[in-house]
């Protein structure tokens, strides 16, 4: 799962030798992008997203693909979880 502080950190700032920053500015066409990636994937931050668009070469279907499959996969385990420890709960009693 990305992390949004890492996420945040490689989206937003690169540092340098110094310790400084240096923002990144995105282009209007990237801003757009991720917007719609956005309006398909939901609720994953903008620096999660250009973190995923970079890693798979700016390609937007990829990109939704591999956010979608993430959040399936964080839901899956959850769901499991809460399962589990309800069966555990119940057998308990």
């Known amino acids: 799962m990305v992390t949004t502080t890492a996420a945040a950190a490689a989206a937003t700032a690169a540092s340098t030798s110094s310790g400084q920053q240096l923002t990144h500015t995105l282009s209007a066409k990237v801003r757009k992008t991720i917007q719609s990636i956005k309006e398909i994937v939901g609720n ?38 809460f399962v589990k420890n309800l069966l555990t709960l119940q057998v308990g009693e």
Request: glycine fraction near 2%; charge should be negative.
């Open 44 to 81: 994953f931050s903008d620096a999660d997203i250009y973190m995923v668009l970079k890693e798979t070469n700016m390609d937007p279907n990829e990109t939704a693909q591999k956010l979608l499959n993430q959040g399936l996969c964080l839901f899956f385990s959850l769901f499991n979880f």
